[in-house]
């Protein structure tokens, strides 16, 4: 029983971290058909400024909540200003720019903290579950990221600025003619995206280390959930991150971590070969 | 027919100046710098490989760096069990050519387009590095040879003349193979565009579903095209493992596959120069950043492709020749014209 329990929390944590690292993604990507190779490193930013809260002495919850997708956020609003708005509707070119920035914030990283891994205090203690011992870390990250998903889908669905987002990306001229400042919604979604992909760095950094290049560990991950998805951004990450983190972990539990990953993107493969629109495209078309 | 005498002479051009290069090189340089240009004369043929298939054929390869990878892989594991290099230096195209006859099979013929062949090459780029950076360790060896995980292959041997193991190639006669290779290359795939088949995949780029109207097999034409590219990737790969008599599995990461784009988009995809020049040019820039600790080389690469996208989408060679060379015709043109004038009056 303990041990079914701690399986089904690795299970769990495997489907919610690849929800938590892809929904920034999704979002930008299901509204705005933009993929952001930059995606990562959006993390990783997150991340960066969560440690430098910590040196600097703020509260540790504080650090990896607030003030990261504070953060990337605004950074992610700078960067659709200069570069995304150039690029709207042309979605390789938007793919090479972001991934020239991407390369551009990892050299930047690392030329700020250099090439080492600065850890962060993780703000719980372990959790004993009868014989075995579980990190309280980990239920603490499977809650919040089912938290995260659910908010981002309220906000969508019920507030007005979800709404104008919405209208706005099924039909611009609609929406513009309606007197929506359009141009405003796309760097407010954009920027809604990369506050995301901050908030999930930030509170993975505890659990992971940081270094100037892991955001190169969450890309393809993000990058093919979002896809493997399709164009609903919520149900589309919630049930690819389902699928991907539950061949994940049967394969890591049956071999080794690494093969884990590689079951991971070969059901990936496979699933955009049977379905190059994704789940939602197949399925559920027209959900959020 | 349609190609008329002004790009004969810029073949002849290039044809002049690379034998040229070819034989004055290896005489006037030393060696450290022969063994430099050595290296970039190898990833001036990795460019070539995606020129033609992203630039002239429309396949978004985003993981580029898979056939390069298993191009230096399978060279530097067969020539270790066989210990002599031709059969290994065949298997370096066959093997990456037949991933990328697969692959194409798998995705061409399901009518996977654009952005979503961009993730899978990707997505098999990313298999490639876990699974061959998890191969630490004795158990991990295919013959003779230890896999290595991360650490790499280390002492693979050198190209040797055919079939004689004891002559490995000098550095000199490394430069003339890659710089001929490279020649070969360059006018080889020159020559295929030529041909009906490179004219079709050109009309596919274009249009793909005008050409299928027509009653060509697009996707057939597609998988050729890739795997020639997976092939010629694979030759740049085990050039490369006999060039520095070793590989690591960081030849398969995002950074590597993200650096032959940069080659392209910077030379101008759609053109087969423009890619070899830049490939050449940032290389070298990539190298002399590396002698600085200022300035992350990354951070400039990465600048340099966003610059690209944004200011100039088409690279710099459709520019010189659509822009530059007709302003400076226009340019001597109107200079000649007044004296023409004057003598004409004078007469």
């Known amino acids: 029983m303990d041990l079914a329990i701690v399986v089904a929390i690795d299970f769990l944590y495997a489907i919610a971290t690849l929800m938590l690292i892809s929904l920034g993604l999704a979002i930008i990507f299901g509204m705005m058909r933009i993929i952001n190779l930059a995606h990562g490193e959006f993390m990783v930013m997150g991340s960066y400024s969560a440690a430098v809260a910590v040196h600097h002495d703020v509260n540790i919850w504080l650090a990896i909540l607030v003030v990261p997708p504070l953060a990337v956020g605004i950074v992610g609003m700078i960067i659709e200003r200069l570069i995304i708005r150039h690029l709207y509707g042309r979605m390789v070119e938007t793919m090479l720019a972001t991934w020239g920035l991407s390369l551009f914030i990892v050299g930047v990283l690392t030329m700020i903290f250099g090439n080492i891994t600065e850890g962060l205090p993780t703000p719980l203690p372990g959790i004993r579950i009868g014989a075995y011992q579980t990190s309280g870390y980990s239920l603490f990250l499977i809650i919040f990221s089912l938290a995260v998903v659910f908010g981002v889908f309220v906000i969508l669905r019920a507030t007005r600025l979800g709404l104008l987002a919405r209208g706005t990306m099924q039909n611009p001229e609609m929406a513009a003619a309606l007197g929506t400042d359009t141009s405003r919604i796309y760097a407010a979604t954009f920027a809604f995206g990369a506050a995301l992909a901050g908030l999930a760095g930030g509170v993975l950094a505890p659990a992971t280390g940081v270094f100037p290049t892991i955001g190169g560990s969450y890309i393809g991950r993000a990058f093919i959930t979002v896809i493997g998805g399709g164009a609903a951004p919520i149900v589309g990450t919630a049930s690819a991150s389902t699928l991907f983190g539950i061949i994940n972990q049967i394969a890591t539990f049956a071999t080794n971590p690494v093969y884990g990953e590689v079951a991971l993107l070969f059901a990936a493969i496979i699933l955009i070969r049977v379905m190059p629109q994704g789940i939602t495209g197949r399925y559920l078309r027209g959900s959020l | ?347």
Not at chain 2, 32 to 50: C, D, G, M, P, R
Request: overall charge neutral.
């Open chain 2, 1 to 347: 027919m349609i190609a008329g005498r002004r790009p004969n002479l810029s073949l002849i051009a290039v044809a002049v100046v690379g034998l040229a290069l070819l034989i004055a090189l290896p005489i006037a340089l030393d060696l450290y710098t022969l063994l430099q240009i050595t290296l970039y004369t190898i990833f001036a043929i990795l460019a070539l490989s995606l020129a033609f298939i992203w630039g002239y054929g429309g396949i978004l390869c985003f993981g580029h760096s898979a056939f390069f990878g298993l191009g230096a892989y399978a060279y530097g594991v067969a020539t270790i069990n066989m210990g002599e290099s031709t059969g290994p230096l065949v298997l370096a195209i066959l093997l990456p050519a037949a991933l990328a006859a697969g692959l194409g099979y798998f995705m061409f013929y399901a009518r996977i387009t654009d952005v979503y062949v961009g993730v899978i090459t990707l997505t098999v780029t990313l298999i490639f590095y876990n699974v061959v950076n998890s191969t630490a360790g004795a158990d991990y060896h295919i013959g003779q040879a230890l896999l290595g995980g991360y650490n790499g292959i280390p002492n693979i041997p050198s190209l040797n003349i055919p079939f004689n193991p004891d002559d490995t190639l000098e550095p000199e006669g490394m430069f003339v193979l890659c710089m001929g290779l490279l020649l070969v290359t360059y006018f080889g795939l020159h020559g295929l565009l030529a041909t009906r088949f490179g004219r079709v995949l050109v009309a596919i780029r274009e249009n793909e579903q005008r050409v299928e109207f027509l009653g060509y097999d697009a996707r057939l034409h597609k998988l050729v095209a890739f795997s020639i590219g997976g092939g010629i990737a694979g030759l740049a790969g085990c050039l490369f493992a006999s060039w520095g008599n070793y590989v690591s599995p960081g030849i398969f990461s995002v950074v590597q596959s993200a650096q032959i784009i940069i080659w392209l988009m910077v030379g101008g995809a759609g053109t087969l120069l423009g890619p070899l020049i830049s490939a050449v040019a940032l290389s070298w820039l990539t190298v002399e950043l590396g002698k600085q600790q200022l300035v992350n080389a990354g951070a400039v690469l990465g600048a340099i492709l966003l610059v690209f996208v944004l200011l100039v989408p088409r690279g710099i060679a459709p520019m010189v020749t659509e822009r530059l060379v007709p302003w400076l015709w226009a340019r001597r043109r109107s200079a000649l014209v007044p004296g023409d004038l004057a003598q004409e009056s004078k007469a």
